[in-house]
């Protein structure tokens, strides 16, 4: 159980171009889902918590007008990277948490590489 | 803002021996997570720690949280060549804050 899904799982698109990604709880509704982004070999840095129907809350020095994350549904969440430049190149991994279940648990996604030319 | 520091920073160890890896946190942690990494892909849940002294263990992986709740350790026992990957602890600082601030990770290889 609490699998979290993540399409597409790589993606290679042009400078200035959009890039949509899906963050899915398969077996589970998610009260919030957390967006982050990893360079190679670093961590994981949070760049966003998004709760189903409501506004998401970024972290400091991320783009919201860059980063949209929508939150559609409990299973549900999209990060698109607008006007994507090289920089952007990153592995991105979504997390949720389990609704009624331990909060502070975050099941992740196995991430999506994105690489803008 | 909480900051983790693990140690080391990356791990090469012969199979079948015995390892630890240390997570060190500047503020007292509410929860520390334990996670798996494999290159380029997701996270695996491996342990929650919570309550000072706390020990957990699962297979061949064993969890400690300190009692003043600063620092946590991940001991393997035996090690394999399927534990070979990044490992990454993440703290949660205050009760009711989901966020997750992830340690610095450590590589782990196996070597046969």
């Known amino acids: 159980g609490a699998v979290v899904s993540q399409h597409p799982s790589w993606v290679i698109c042009k400078s200035g171009t959009s890039v949509k990604i899906e963050c899915r709880s398969l077996d589970f509704q998610a009260t919030t889902m957390f967006w982050y982004r990893q360079f190679p070999k670093q961590s994981l840095m949070l760049m966003a918590t998004s709760n189903e129907g409501s506004k998401a809350t970024y972290e400091q020095g991320v783009e919201k007008d860059k980063f949209l994350i929508n939150h559609a549904s409990l299973t549900l969440s999209t990060l698109t990277v607008t006007s994507a430049h090289p920089e952007d190149s990153s592995f991105y991994i979504c997390?949720?948490?389990?609704?009624?279940?331990?909060?502070?648990?975050?099941?992740f996604g196995p991430g999506t590489r994105l690489t803008v030319l | 803002s909480q900051e983790l520091e693990q140690s080391p920073q990356s791990l090469i160890v012969q199979e079948g021996k015995n390892l630890t890896i240390n997570c060190t946190s500047s503020?007292?942690?509410?929860?520390l997570y334990w996670y798996k990494q494999k290159y380029g892909e997701g996270l695996i849940f491996l342990m929650m720690l919570q309550k000072g002294g706390e020990e957990k263990s699962h297979e061949k992986i064993t969890a400690k949280l300190d009692e003043k709740k600063q620092q946590s350790s991940l001991h393997i026992t035996a090690s394999q060549p399927s534990h070979a990957g990044i490992y990454l602890c993440?703290?949660?600082?205050?009760?009711?804050?989901?966020?997750?601030?992830f340690g610095t990770g450590t590589r782990l290889t196996i070597i046969p």
């Open positions: 993440g703290a949660v600082s205050n009760f009711g804050n989901e966020k997750l601030t």
């Open positions: 997390s949720a948490t389990l609704a009624g279940g331990p909060s502070d648990t975050q099941y």
């Open positions: 503020k007292t942690l509410y929860g």
